[in-house]
């Protein structure tokens, strides 16, 4: 389910170069919407690898492997996604507010948004005590 958005992010962001704009911006913003870039493409590569895994070294079945292989995995797309999200709302920010502090403070809460809702709250639930009164 992920995946058909992270497609259209990448696609997005592949065309961004043909805009007129793009040639404003700075140098380390173009290196930085080309990392951003990167980053998503690594993200598509970890997301896919689960099921390319699955399906080549050990399909019709379900092993503790794969599982914690997978879990693994999706952790480390979801990392690399939110960080290249991150550096292009920093660039369109950049953009929009014209100031880098404004925009790096965008980005910023951004990204420890996407770390605490996919990252702290499962691990502080992962704390709370499970059972019946839970």
Do not use: D
């Amino acid at each position: 389910m992920v995946l058909p958005g992270i497609q259209a992010l990448f696609g997005f962001q592949l065309i961004a170069v043909f805009n007129q704009r793009y040639a404003e911006l700075s140098a380390f913003e173009r290196h930085a919407h080309l990392i951003a870039l990167a980053l998503v493409g690594v993200s598509v590569a970890l997301i896919m690898t689960p099921a390319a895994y699955h399906r080549q070294a050990e399909p019709g079945k379900l092993s503790r492997y794969f599982v914690r292989l997978a879990s693994k995995l999706l952790a480390w797309a979801m990392l690399t996604l939110a960080w290249g999200i991150c550096l292009e709302i920093y660039i369109v920010a950049r953009m929009t507010v014209e100031t880098a502090a404004a925009s790096a403070v965008i980005a910023g809460a951004l990204l420890c948004v996407y770390l605490g809702a996919w990252f702290v709250f499962p691990r502080l639930r992962l704390r709370r005590p499970s059972g019946p009164s839970a």
